[in-house]
C-alpha cells in the first residue's frame, strides 16, 4: 500500500498564485479525479506532484517522506509516472521502441524491457500497434500507447492529464474500462484530470475540485454531484463545453 500526498501545495508565476495550499491524497488502487474549469491549476498541480514544478511552498511526500528537490526522472524510478495533456510520444519511433526505451530509461536491459513492452501492449489490447510508427497514430491510439509506455516498470502512481480530450462517447467508455484496470488488476493509484464532468462522475472513486487555484469541495461522486459550490464554480467560469457535460453527469446521477 503507497501513498502520494500533496501538503499545502502552493504555486505562484510572477504573481499569479496558480496553486494556493492544495491537500490531495491518493493510494494504491484509488481512482481519484481532478476537475476544475480551464486555468484551476489541475495541470500545475501534476507537474508539482512528478517534479516538473518545484512549488513555492509546501511538499510532495511519499509514504510520508518528503521528495523535495528530485527531478522528473528519479520521482519516475520511484513510481510516479504521468501522462502528458499533449500525447509526447517519440513521434518517430514504433510504438513498441517508445515503450522499449522507456523501459531502458528506468534501467531495464533491452531484452526484459522489449518482453515488458509487448507484453504491456497485449494487456493494453493493442499489440496489433507495435511496429506502427507513433507520429502516424490515430488520436485515440496515441492516447492509449502514452498510457502503456507510462505504466513501464509497474509505477505505483499513474497521473494522467485529460487522457479522454477528444474522444467519442465510446472511446471515452473503453478508455474508462482501461483506467478500470490499470487501478484493480496493477493496483495503481490513479489520478485522472479530466473535463468530461460525466466520466469523472462514473469513474473515479474519490473527487477533488480545483477552482483558481485552490480546493473547493472533496468528496465521493454522490457529494460532488449535490455541491453548489462545484456548480457554482462551473456557472461562473467554464469553458462552454464544461457545463452540459456536468449537467450530463448530474442528470444519470439522479
Ligand atoms: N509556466 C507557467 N508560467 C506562468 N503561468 C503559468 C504557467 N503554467 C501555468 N500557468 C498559469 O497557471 C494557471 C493554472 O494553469 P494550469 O495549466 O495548471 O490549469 P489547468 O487547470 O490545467 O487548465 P486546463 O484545464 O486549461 O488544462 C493558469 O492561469 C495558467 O495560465
Ligand atoms: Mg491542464
Known amino acids: 500500500m503507497s501513498v502520494l500526498h500533496a501538503d499545502k501545495v502552493s504555486v505562484a508565476f510572477a504573481g499569479l498564485k496558480a496553486l494556493a495550499e492544495v491537500d490531495l ?4 488502487g484509488q481512482i481519484l479525479g481532478l476537475i476544475g474549469p480551464n486555468g484551476a491549476g489541475k495541470t500545475t498541480l501534476v507537474n508539482v506532484l512528478t517534479g516538473f514544478q518545484a512549488p513555492t511552498s509546501g ?13 522528473p526522472h528519479q520521482l519516475r524510478r520511484r513510481g510516479i509516472a504521468r501522462t502528458f495533456q499533449g500525447g509526447r510520444l517519440f513521434k518517430d519511433l514504433p510504438v513498441l521502441d517508445n515503450l522499449e526505451v522507456t523501459g531502458v530509461g528506468l534501467g531495464q536491459s ?11 501492449l497485449d494487456w493494453i489490447g493493442i499489440a496489433d500497434l507495435a511496429p506502427r510508427i507513433a507520429g502516424t497514430l490515430p488520436y485515440t491510439d496515441e492516447r492509449r500507447v502514452a498510457i502503456g509506455r507510462a505504466l513501464m516498470g509497474k509505477p505505483a502512481f499513474l497521473l494522467l492529464d485529460e ?9 471515452s467508455r473503453d478508455l474508462a474500462a482501461l ?37 473547493i469541495e472533496t468528496g465521493d461522486p454522490a457529494a460532488i454531484r449535490a455541491s ?3 456548480r457554482h464554480a462551473y456557472m461562473g467560469t467554464a469553458a462552454e463545453t464544461d457545463l452540459p457535460i456536468l449537467e450530463a453527469g448530474l442528470e444519470v446521477a439522479e
Open 228 to 230: 453548489e459550490k462545484v
Open 25 to 28: 491524497t491518493v493510494s494504491s
Open 59 to 71: 511538499a510532495v511526500l511519499l509514504d510520508g517522506a518528503p521528495l523535495t528537490g528530485l527531478k
Open 179 to 215: 483506467i478500470r484496470r490499470i487501478a484493480a488488476d496493477m493496483g495503481c493509484g490513479v489520478l485522472l484530470i479530466e473535463h468530461n464532468v460525466g466520466l469523472v462522475l462514473d469513474l473515479c472513486h474519490d473527487i477533488v475540485v480545483l477552482d483558481s487555484g485552490a480546493v
Open 110 to 120: 533491452r531484452r526484459s524491457a522489449i518482453a515488458e513492452a509487448e507484453a504491456m
Open 163 to 171: 487522457p479522454a480530450a477528444g474522444m467519442s462517447a465510446q472511446e
